[in-house]
């Protein structure tokens, strides 16, 4: 199984709700990763989770809160998000944490597409 | 923040021509990834190249690697309509931890 899958495909929520983004992977990849992609533009890094510890966090606000309750899942959870937020946002894994000189390749879900109202 | 720069920035080519498009990026390199992108959808990774690699083949698509140019490119040899999709170059950033995408090369290919 090479897929990593993301619900809901499709989200609407207004500023004041709190909601969630789930994926999930079964490939027994150890690195897990959220990217945000507005239309036209490419991918932007938000978070990247090894062995279930957040390892990177890109500077993203504090209103998205990432979580992974175990090496297979990963969510995204939301909440009083501004209409910028608006977005596709992916969920990624990888075998692990590449470093320095090393490369993994990322694979990637079908995305989750946010819209805030 | 993005490191690689893809050109160009829209391509429009006929159904069996071939597609090249190319990534600049500004700082030394491990490796370099290309993904492909169908309409708001996932990326599929397509090829990754070595920072001591120069070319590498894999099916219809060919890439090269010029380090001391800081370039790489994409050939996508006899292209079909299944083809049709955004085009992201990659690469590794803090440390090899996460990927820099550039801003992307849209194909289009019409029968």
């Known amino acids: 199984d090479t897929e990593v899958t993301q619900t809901p495909k499709h989200l609407v929520m207004g500023m004041t709700n709190k909601k969630s983004l789930k994926c999930e992977q079964h490939?027994?990849?150890?690195?897990m990763y959220w990217y945000k992609q507005k239309a036209k533009k490419p991918p932007e890094l938000m978070f990247v989770y090894s062995y279930e510890k957040l390892s990177i966090n890109e500077s993203v606000p504090s209103r998205f809160s990432p979580e992974c309750p175990n090496s297979s899942l990963l969510n995204l959870h939301l909440h009083a998000l501004q209409p910028e937020d608006s977005a596709l946002y992916l969920c990624?894994?990888?075998?692990?944490?590449?470093?320095?000189?090393?490369?993994?390749?990322?694979?990637f879900g079908p995305g989750t597409r946010l819209t805030v109202t | 923040s993005q490191q690689g720069e893809e050109d160009p920035q829209a391509l429009s080519i006929q159904e069996g021509e071939n597609a090249t498009m190319n990534c600049s990026y500004k700082t030394s390199i491990n490796n370099l990834q290309w993904y492909r992108q169908n309409s708001g959808r996932g990326l599929v990774h397509l090829i990754l190249i070595r920072s001591n690699e120069r070319e590498k083949h894999s099916g219809r698509l060919r890439v090269t690697l010029d380090t001391s140019k800081k370039s790489s490119s994409l050939l996508i040899t006899a292209s079909r309509a299944a083809d049709t999709a955004s085009y992201f170059c990659?690469?590794?950033?803090?440390?090899?931890?996460?990927?820099?995408f550039g801003k992307g090369t849209s194909l289009l290919v019409t029968p």
């Open positions: 490939m027994g990849h150890r690195a």
């Open positions: 990624a894994s990888s075998q692990g944490l590449a470093g320095p000189g090393g490369a993994y390749e990322q694979y």
């Open positions: 990659a690469t590794d950033a803090n440390s090899g931890y996460a990927l820099n």
